[in-house]
T-cell receptor, first 114, second 109 residues
Framework: NAGVTQTPKFRILKIGQSMTLQCTQD?????MYWYRQDPGMGLKLIYY???????DKGEVPNGYNVSRSTTEDFPLRLELAAPSQTSVYFC?????????????FGPGTRLTVL | EDQVTQSPEALRLQEGESSSLNCSYT??????LFWYRQDPGKGPEFLFT???AGEEKEKERLKATLTKKESFLHITAPKPEDSATYLC??????????FGSGTQLTVLP
C-alpha cells in the first residue's frame, strides 16, 4: 500500500494564481483531512471530509476550497493565492472520525506564494 | 478551546543520554493523545495513542505516559537516528486533532 500520496512536492505561485493540491489514499478510509504547517507552529486543520460528497470547514478555511467525489481523492483548491498561504500542506486520512483513531499523513506539498 | 503545549522547543542530547519531552494539554473530553515523529521534509509518522491517565506504551527506545494534564515521551539511551521533531496532538469532544508546535530533538554521536 502506498498510503497517502500528495502531488506536487513543491510549487511556487505568483500572487493571484490558482492551483489544486492533489491527495489520494489507498486505505479505503472514509475520513480525510487537509492541514497546513507553518514554521514553529502546530498543524492547523483547513478542511476535512467524512466521506464522498461530504466536506466541512476546519480552523483555517479562508482562501481554500475542497471537494470529495470519491473515497480515494480529496483535492485542495487555492483560489487567488496570497503570500499568507505560503506553507507546507499535509493531507491525512483515518478509518473513523471518532477522535480515537490515529491519522495517517502524506509527505506534504511545500507551497511558496511570491 | 483545546490547547496543547510542548516543551522544550528544542533539545540536544549526547548519544546514550536519556531525557523526556513534555506535552501539556487542556482538552474538553479527551478522546486520545497522539505522539508523532516528523523527519525534515516528511509528513508526521504515527508513534503512539494514549487514552486514559496512567496508560503507558513503549516502542524501542521510546516510552509514552499520560496523566490528566500532561504526557511525557521518555527517550532511553537515544541514538542519532532518533533525531527528529516529535509532535503531540489531542482529540477531544470536537473529535479533531489539536497539535502542539513540537520538540526538535537532536542526538549527537
Amino acid at each position: 500500500n502506498a498510503g497517502v500520496t500528495q502531488t506536487p512536492k513543491f510549487r511556487i505561485l505568483k500572487i493571484g494564481q490558482s492551483m489544486t493540491l492533489q491527495c489520494t489514499q489507498d486505505m479505503n478510509h472514509n475520513y480525510m483531512y487537509w492541514y497546513r504547517q507553518d514554521p514553529g507552529m502546530g498543524l492547523k486543520l483547513i478542511y476535512y471530509s467524512v466521506g464522498a460528497g461530504i466536506t466541512d470547514k476546519g480552523e483555517v478555511p479562508n482562501g481554500y476550497n475542497v471537494s470529495r467525489s470519491t473515497t480515494e481523492d480529496f483535492p485542495l483548491r487555492l483560489e487567488l493565492a496570497a503570500p499568507s498561504q505560503t506553507s507546507v500542506y499535509f493531507c491525512a486520512s483515518s478509518s473513523t472520525g471518532t477522535g480515537f483513531n490515529e491519522q495517517f499523513f502524506g509527505p506534504g506539498t511545500r507551497l511558496t506564494v511570491l | 478551546e483545546d490547547q496543547v503545549t510542548q516543551s522544550p522547543e528544542a533539545l540536544r542530547l549526547q548519544e546514550g543520554e536519556s531525557s523526556s519531552l513534555n506535552c501539556s494539554y487542556t482538552v474538553s473530553g479527551l478522546r486520545g493523545l497522539f505522539w508523532y515523529r516528523q523527519d525534515p521534509g516528511k509528513g508526521p509518522e504515527f508513534l503512539f495513542t494514549l487514552y486514559s491517565a496512567g496508560e503507558e506504551k513503549e516502542k524501542e527506545r521510546l516510552k509514552a505516559t499520560l496523566t490528566k494534564k500532561e504526557s511525557f515521551l521518555h527517550i532511553t539511551a537515544p541514538k542519532p537516528e532518533d533525531s527528529a521533531t516529535y509532535l503531540c496532538a489531542c482529540s477531544g469532544s470536537a473529535r479533531q486533532l489539536t497539535f502542539g508546535s513540537g520538540t526538535q530533538l537532536t542526538v549527537l554521536p
